[in-house]
């Protein structure tokens, strides 16, 4: 009796684990450590399809690392403070105010959003956005997105210097409210846009990717 | 019916088992039902955070590199040094190319001394009586009792190591300015007091000479080791190595004797190594004064009684220095002022002052005086000083009789250390005010007259740490800053000195960008007195040879106990006797078998009722009337090391419960004639019943073939080739011997097309200094393994030295060579790793692909150089902070991988992105391993054996060149260049 007990115990076990490994192989083929659509909710709903699509910032004007560094960099607070030194809140909503003052025949409130106001809060200002002693100025902690292995060495100041959009590895950013892990990062992924740009080029101009092992891995 | 029987038996066995379910059973269903799980909850990314700043300073940029020119504090001589400081974290220290002294070189001291920052055993916060304290109480109660000291007009008295600072000297006189009864009393722990004392005898000024090895064509040093631990190594190699280069048509080739006892690095790469006992070797100089005088037209009696052999040993060495007058150098190590003024006599008569003698700009790096120590220690013994400041200096420590200080201080009213931990000294302190790593802090050097200095600190200070000068100028009245009294002082008294900049401002912004500034120094003269030297120079004969004396010698790794909680530096191999964790007392064979020991019995030596207690190492080419010890070792405090190293069960500790990592051999110093000496003590030798197994890098020490292998008679292996100068001035292809390539089964079908990366190593230039060792170890995040690791021959060094010894025509020779992964063109561990996690690439390199390695081991046992190393274990730091030194461009290797030098892969990468960006094409010397950059010799060549404009192919072409093994035809990228030594006669060689 035990031993079919065992047998149907068995079975179904490995018609579970086998309805997992086709239901991922025929929606969404997925090994370990693919992260490919990984959209984690960040401290500030950031929307990059506003500042990179609607308001059509260029991608270097924040992430100005991509240029010069192995890293593309997050933006430092203070970048963001250049312009929302000034905007404070969406158009809209600072409109409405400014039409509601006139209708009451005083001077328009400051308006601040509340994604905006997590900025200035990290800055250490007050509600007039002067800087508040009693506040601790403390650098934002934004959630990666695209994270390659501890033994993998991604350069972007060499991609962006061959001419690579930022949208080949990042997808259209521009459209995306919130950012997701667009490719897979996988090494097949990589080493093929290699062998593709070693054949057809980047933007008409011809180049030599290595497909060395070292490129990568050291 | 076999598994019914099975389950009946098992069911009898697990009675208790619930639900009829066998252990078995349920382990089956639980695998299958877990891997399930595991694969289908494998895809949660962790998450990770990004944090950027606040605010970026606009110089910055994250993830770039940046190099600050700062000045090297690992010991006295204060060589000028880059730090690379990656998103706020030095990572990595290396020479400064334009530093007049140090000439891009740095040593593995300097190297290693990046550790040091990282240290969180470093103290945390002032003490006062060994309690926690804030800045605040120190000075209160420091005020305070400092008026009593003042009211009461007592001693007071400032200890510490030569100050090459200007502005601690003026901020130590200021500080003291206040007092009735001061004094500043400098010391060094390894004593240099009998040159400068000699020079106040023979030249009436208290200096160190600086010595130009760059103009010496002859050389003769009397144990001065000076390529290894001698006052500025680093300077000294480089010009050493200047006068040593075959370029040009007619090359030139400076000739250096050495007369030792010991087997020293400098002596190991010397022309001419003579090996006399301690006595004899003063015998030797005073007889050698006799010639030169009597050539000079003196009569200077010395009455040397000297052998027969070192007689005429002598006389040719007189005729060689007296044909080079004027380009020749005598230095000697002896601390021992007699010893000195003979040196002087000798440079003096040769007419070497002014040329390769400095007195006129001389070296500050030394500055300590032996007889005002005498003195000071006489003044505590007797009670008379009230307060005491001690430094940079750990007395209690280094000076012999440390216990008896140790007592004598605790009956000293204010004692006052600035050591950054609780040291042997700092235990005994009233207060003890930690200053920062001279990572963390501004300061200011003059090492030699007319080059100044500047160090700049390159990270936030990690502790609560103070600068002397902060807390002198805090106590002397006015609170300034470092950077404040630097400047302020610089303003003062330097900036007036140089030339080219037009205000202050400009000059110390130049000097700091630079680290260096080159300025006039007060050129005071003055003039060799030789009837001086007749007056002071005793004829009583030296102790009688025969009998048995102790060698104490600063370490190379641990120079004089600074360092000795540095665990790189602790696994770095003596050049010589390539022993890590340990110090131990070196015997030549016929010593070890008279007295009856061997390698790794403990021996005990006694000096004047003194004793310490050291495995013995028996050392070819020593002589036998001289045990040697290391000094630095057995510091308070290296217990820490106990458990470094990997966690398994069949671990042996690297120290012992109780212990410390090696013995302190400074109880054995003695006080003669004013100065501390360090050789030529007698010393009692005894047996004892324990043995402590040495853990050592290297245990074949000949180039011969182990008798077990074949004929012992049989040819040497052309592993090192070498030849004498003179024979290579006739045929530039003498010594170098290519053996006839075996078969090869490899086709010829590897064609580089782009870079093809070599390396060259001029073995005639390699003088052994393992700074390459250090400065690879830093760049690649290679772990510390623990003595008993490397006991069981499983260190990770990615670079090693080779040292071989040689004893033919009863010459004894030391070849160093250093051996990495020779990255070969066909190269063997390529072609039986299983899962291609080494594979060649088009530009040359072996790559090893960590990812990819299963961890067979095929790779380096199929290797003949034997210079891959396998992660036994995940090697964890033993210190959390050690983390922060890690190089982020480099992969921390997990257990169970095979890795091995990789050419510093990352930095050719990083030269080949930048030189893309900048739309260039790659220049020689644009991608620089690790090695390369710190060596201060030059030795190491890299580059682009495509390239024919390349140093490299240059030096390929060179009839020197040969290769290691090549007769394997594995075809390695890595040459080297043939051993050259400016002997006599020449040399048999292998293939004669």
Redesign the interface.
């Known amino acids: 009796m035990n031993s079919r007990l065992l047998t149907v115990v068995l079975s179904v076990a490995v018609l579970l684990t086998a309805s997992v490994f086709l239901t991922s192989f025929t929606t969404n083929i997925k090994l370990p450590d693919n992260h490919q659509g990984y959209e984690p909710v960040q401290p500030i709903a950031y929307s990059h399809r506003l500042h990179a699509g609607e308001l059509g910032l260029e991608c270097l004007h924040c992430h100005y690392g991509a240029e010069r560094s192995r890293t593309a960099g997050i933006p430092a607070t203070n970048v963001c403070m250049n312009c929302h030194k000034f905007v404070t809140a969406p158009w809209v909503n600072v409109k409405a105010e400014s039409d509601r003052a006139e209708k009451e025949k005083r001077a328009p409130r400051q308006i601040v959003s509340a994604e905006l106001r997590k900025v200035y809060d990290a800055f250490g200002l007050n509600s007039e956005l002067k800087p508040d002693p009693a506040k601790s100025p403390t650098p934002i902690a934004w959630t990666k997105v695209n994270n390659l292995p501890s033994f993998v060495y991604f350069n972007h100041s060499a991609h962006v210097s061959a001419g690579v959009e930022c949208q080949t590895c990042h997808g259209a950013v521009e459209t995306m409210e919130r950012v997701r892990q667009v490719p897979d990062l996988s090494m097949g992924w990589c080493v093929n846009c290699h062998r593709d740009a070693n054949k057809n080029g980047v933007n008409g101009k011809s180049v030599k990717a290595s497909l060395d092992c070292v490129t990568c891995h050291h | 019916m076999n ?1 019914n029987h099975h ?1 009946e038996q098992s ?1 009898h066995e697990h009675d208790e088992a619930p639900a ?3 252990r078995r ?1 349920f382990l ?2 639980a695998g ?2 877990f ?2 799980i595991a ?2 909850g ?2 949660q ?12 300073p606009e110089e910055i ?4 590199a940046y190099w600050y020119a700062t000045t090297c504090s690992g010991c006295n001589a204060h060589c000028g040094m880059l730090v690379k400081s990656r998103d706020g974290r030095p990572i990595k220290v290396e020479g400064n190319p334009a530093h007049p002294l140090s000439q891009g070189g740095l040593c593995a001291i300097g190297q290693a001394s990046l550790l040091g920052l990282y240290d969180s055993q470093r103290l945390k916060h002032p003490l006062i009586n060994g309690k926690e304290a804030s800045w605040d109480d120190v000075d209160a109660q420091m005020n305070e009792r400092l008026a009593r000291v003042k009211a009461a007009g007592g001693a007071v008295r400032f200890l510490t190591g030569t100050v090459a600072s200007p502005t601690t000297r003026a901020m130590i006189a200021r500080f003291l300015g206040g007092f009735k009864d001061a004094k500043h009393i400098e010391y060094d722990a390894i004593s240099c007091s009998a040159i400068l004392d000699a020079h106040e005898a023979t030249h009436e000024r208290r200096v160190l000479p600086r010595y130009r090895f760059e103009r010496a064509e002859v050389v003769v040093s009397f144990d001065a080791d000076f390529l290894g631990t001698w006052i500025s190594p680093i300077e000294f190699t480089k010009g050493y190595r200047s006068r040593r280069t075959l370029e040009g048509a007619q090359p030139s080739f400076s000739h250096h004797t050495h007369i030792e006892s010991r087997v020293s690095l400098t002596g190991s790469n010397a022309d001419e190594r003579i090996r006399v006992s301690h006595a004899e070797m003063h015998e030797m100089l005073r007889h050698l004064t006799t010639l030169i005088a009597a050539k000079a037209g003196k009569l200077l009696n010395t009455d040397a009684k000297l052998s027969q052999e070192l007689a005429t040993t002598i006389d040719s060495l007189a005729t060689r220095l007296w044909d080079a007058r004027g380009k020749s150098l005598v230095v000697c190590g002896v601390n021992t002022v007699q010893c000195q003024i003979l040196v002087n006599t000798l440079n003096a008569l040769l007419g070497n002052y002014g040329q390769t003698v400095d007195v006129e700009q001389p070296s500050h790096q030394y500055a300590g005086n032996d007889a005002e120590l005498i003195a000071l220690l006489d003044e505590i013994k007797s009670g008379k000083v009230t307060a005491l400041f001690i430094a940079d200096a750990n007395p209690v420590y280094d000076l012999p009789n440390g216990s008896s200080l140790r007592d004598a201080l605790k009956k000293i009213p204010l004692v006052v250390s600035f050591a950054d931990r609780v040291d042997e000294t700092a235990e005994s302190a009233t207060f003890v005010c930690p200053q920062p790593h001279p990572f963390e802090a501004w300061r200011d050097f003059e090492p030699a007259a007319g080059v100044v200095s500047v160090a700049q600190p390159t990270i936030q200070p990690l502790m609560n740490t103070r600068h002397l000068i902060e807390s002198l100028s805090v106590w002397s009245g006015t609170r300034q800053s470092a950077l404040d009294l630097i400047r302020g002082e610089w303003e003062k008294s330097v900036f007036e000195r140089q030339s080219g900049a037009a205000d202050f401002s400009r000059f110390w912004t130049k000097t700091l960008e630079d680290g260096f500034a080159e300025v006039s120094a007060k050129n005071a003269t003055s003039e060799f007195n030789f009837s001086s030297v007749v007056s002071s120079l005793s004829t009583a004969a030296s102790k009688a040879s025969g009998e048995l004396t102790v060698t104490l010698v600063p370490s190379l790794t641990m120079f004089d106990g600074r360092h000795a909680h540095n665990a790189w530096l602790h696994e770095l191999a003596d050049p010589v006797t390539k022993t890590v964790w340990d110090n131990c007392a070196w015997l030549s064979r016929r010593t070890a078998e008279t007295l009856g020991v061997g390698d790794g019995d403990v021996v005990q030596l006694k000096v004047d009722g003194a004793t310490v207690e050291l495995p013995t190492h028996i050392q070819p080419g020593q002589h036998d009337s001289v045990v040697v010890v290391s000094l630095g070792y057995g510091r308070k405090g290296t217990d820490r090391f106990t458990s470094i190293g990997p966690e398994w069960i069949q671990k042996r500790k690297t120290v012992e419960e109780g212990e410390l990592v090696g013995k302190n051999a400074a109880v054995l110093v003695r006080f003669t004639d004013g100065a501390r000496s360090f050789a030529g003590n007698a010393v009692a030798i005894t047996k004892t019943d324990s043995t402590r197994a040495l853990a050592k890098t290297q245990e074949y020490d000949s180039l011969h073939e182990p008798n077990l292998l074949g004929d012992p008679n049989k040819e040497r292996r052309p592993i090192i080739q070498e030849t004498t100068f003179a024979a290579y001035a006739t045929d530039h292809a003498s010594g170098s011997f290519h053996k006839e390539q075996l078969d090869t089964m490899w086709s010829d079908d590897h064609k580089y097309t782009g870079h093809h990366w070599g390396m060259v190593i001029d073995l005639n230039a390699c003088t052994g200094c393992s700074a390459c060792v250090v400065s690879c170890q830093a760049e690649n995040n290679i772990p510390v393994v623990g003595k008993d690791e490397v006991r069981r021959n499983r260190e990770m060094a990615w670079l090693r030295i080779d040292r071989y010894y040689d004893e033919a025509d009863g010459q004894f020779s030391v070849a160093h060579q250093p051996m990495m992964c020779q990255h070969c063109g066909n190269a063997p561990c390529e072609t039986v790793c299983p899962v291609l996690a080494t ?1 060649h ?3 040359g ?1 072996n ?1 090893q ?4 390695c299963v961890g067979t081991r095929y790779c380096a046992n199929n290797c003949p150089y034997k210079v891959r190393r396998f992660n036994w274990f995940e090697y964890r730091h033993g210190d959390e902070m050690h983390k922060m030194v890690l190089n982020p ?4 290797r997990d257990r169970g991988v095979m890795e091995k030098c ?1 050419f510093c ?2 930095r050719i ?1 990083l030269a080949k ?1 930048d030189a ?2 900048d739309g260039r094409k790659l220049k020689d010397g644009d991608a620089m391993p690790a090695c390369a950059q710190s060596c201060p010799a030059n030795a190491i060549v890299f580059g682009d054996m495509n390239d024919p404009e390349s140093e490299i192919v240059r030096r390929m072409k060179d009839a020197r060149t040969y290769r290691v093994l090549e007769e394997l035809g594995v075809r390695p990228s890595v040459s080297y260049m043939t051993l050259i030594r400016n002997r006599e006669e020449k040399k048999e060689s292998h293939h004669a």
């Not at chain 2, 692909?849 to 990819?852: A, C, D, M």
């Open positions: 598994h389950e069911r009829g379910l066998d059973s089956k269903l299958f039902s891997a399930g694969i289908a494998c895809n990314a962790k998450v990770e955070k990004a944090i950027p700043f606040l605010i970026q940029t994250p993830g770039l594979v690439n088009d530009e390199l790559q692909v960590y990812n990819r461009d480099v992969t921390v990789s892969v990352q990468q992105i893309k960006k």
